[in-house]
T-cell receptor, first 114, second 115 residues
Framework: ETGVTQTPRHLVMGMTNKKSLKCEQHLGHNAMYWYKQSAKKPLELMFVYNFKEQTENNSVPSRFSPECPNSSHLFLHLHTLQPEDSALYLC?????????????FGSGTRLTVV | DQQVKQNSPSLSVQEGRISILNCDYTNSMFDYFLWYKKYPAEGPTFLISISSIKDKNEDGRFTVFLNKSAKHLSLHIVPSQPGDSAVYFCAASAKYGGSQGNLIFGKGTKLSVKP
């Protein structure tokens, strides 16, 4: 496989459930990102990892917990979510600064919290 | 407080005509601007970019114009084709400053090109 792969593509979960989103990149990039896209809102940056180290947490509630075991994999662990957390969650990767290399996005996970 | 603004949520254009998508920004530290295109059920894909040292960048049917004094950029698509129908996101980054080189996105503009 090439590019950035996200699984699952769709997820429906109850507010008491625990689930995880997975992202995998096959591009040899050293930075990975989680973005949230809600209706009528900009893509919101959630977390940034550079060389497996978290370099940014954009004031995200603790019910979202990222994990980056290596530079190719990124997870987003979800627990006790709220209905307003329903959104499209996008993973992206880059080799360096966006200025130099840009981002490659996955297709996203459409999350619905019921 | 939105740093990148796309004030038109949607735009409808006839096939063959020009599409102009607009974007405004507030952070004077931004020095690189990108446009991404997104089809339903897919992630955004990179379309075209421009550095703050330039005022125009052209790639085939797509041209991005940057007006630094107005903190405004625009994407021109000419001629528009039905396959261009998608959501277009404007994004900006600053290598130095608060956003630390990360991309900051606008809300997007949904372009519909009618045959």
């Amino acid at each position: 496989e090439t590019g950035v792969t996200q699984t699952p593509r769709h997820l429906v979960m109850g507010m008491t459930n625990k689930k995880s989103l997975k992202c995998e990149q096959h591009l040899g990039h050293n930075a990975m990102y989680w973005y949230k896209q809600s209706a009528k809102k900009p893509l919101e940056l959630m977390f940034v990892y550079n060389f497996k180290e978290q370099t940014e947490n954009n004031s995200v509630p603790s019910r979202f917990s990222p994990e980056c075991p290596n530079s190719s994999h990124l997870f987003l662990h979800l627990h006790t979510l709220q209905p307003e957390d329903s959104a499209l969650y996008l993973c992206a990767s880059s080799q360096g600064f966006a200025k130099d290399y840009g981002y490659t996005f996955g297709s996203g996970t459409r999350l619905t919290v019921v | 407080d939105q740093q990148v603004k796309q004030n038109s949520p949607s735009l409808s254009v006839q096939e063959g005509r020009i599409s102009i998508l607009n974007c405004d920004y507030t952070n004077s530290m931004f020095d690189y601007f990108l446009w991404y295109k997104k089809y339903p059920a897919e992630g955004p894909t990179f379309l075209i970019s421009i550095s703050s040292i330039k005022d125009k960048n052209e790639d085939g049917r797509f041209t991005v114009f940057l007006n630094k004094s107005a903190k405004h950029l625009s994407l021109h698509i000419v001629p528009s084709q039905p396959g261009d129908s998608a959501v277009y996101f404007c994004a900006a980054s600053a290598k130095y400053g608060g956003s630390q080189g990360n991309l900051i996105f606008g809300k997007g503009t949904k372009l519909s090109v009618k045959p």
